[in-house]
């Protein structure tokens, strides 16, 4: 008002709460940002995923932020047989989203054209080393799954090594990395090996945030957690499996939060499963 004389004090009061303000606004317009690109995140993992007859699939994803760098996915290649996805990518938050994004967008679009597994590889390898920033890369394991005869061709990038448990016995077979991370080099060799899951068979496919739940930096969960309930409930209902795993890591962080992405996807070829194709819950949190 023009009868009011402002002094150096009231401007400074004045150019304080501005300042506050703004932060408050330029914060409320940030967390509206990540929520939206969390909804557009969690749009692009299926929400169900197709279980071919004789076989058993169940599918996890837990995000440490609102926004990770893990992803899964369960594709139906053009020959019919069914293309099973998980990795990680390197780093936290908003950076990683967005190569998490381009990751699935890639395989996505190589899957339509009917890309081989050989190609798949060295064609994601060389996009996402041009896309990604120096610092990023992306552990992947993408496998093949004939549903008939239970071969599954696959390419390990870098990943934690998925687990096999045969039936009747309590060996764990290890499907060990067969290249580099993808987009960490523009070049590299990426072999293509084959297993077979046999009936009864369980095959476990997770991040490294299981294995690589600390505490402190020093105390690691490791694997024994998965090869146990792997063991203890290899006849049981895959989500039952799946529970117990997902609470050994709670149990071991306790009071912790988790500071990584946990994924995990669990598959078993049954020959009693109910026949015919049928949709199996991803879950999301």
Known sequence: RAAVQYGPEDLQVLSATANAVAVKLRSLTLEKEIRTAARIQR???PATVQVPEGWELDAHLTMCRDVGGDLYHCLTRPNGRTML????????G????????ATIVLIR??????????DMAPHLNSQLAES??????????????DHETGELTYFNAGHEPPRLLREGGD???LLDSTGRPTGLLPF???????VTIEPGDVLSIFSDGIPEATRDGNDFLGDTAVDEAMRGFRRAPL???????LQSVHDFLTPNEASDDVTLMLLRRCPDCPGGEKDATATQV
């Open 109 to 118: 679009s190589l899957n339509e054209i009917g890309v081989s597994l050989e």
């Open 132 to 145: 990604l920033a120096p610092e990023q890369f992306v552990t992947l394991f993408v496998g093949e799954l």
């Open 43 to 45: 749009a692009m993992l």
């Open 239 to 245: 989500k039952e499996m799946r529970e117990t795993i």
């Open 171 to 173: 060996e764990i077979s």
């Open 85 to 92: 996805v998980l990795g990680d990518v390197a780093g936290k």
């Open 94 to 101: 908003v950076p990683a989203s967005l190569a998490m994004a």
């Open 188 to 194: 590299g060799d990426f072999e293509v090996e084959k």
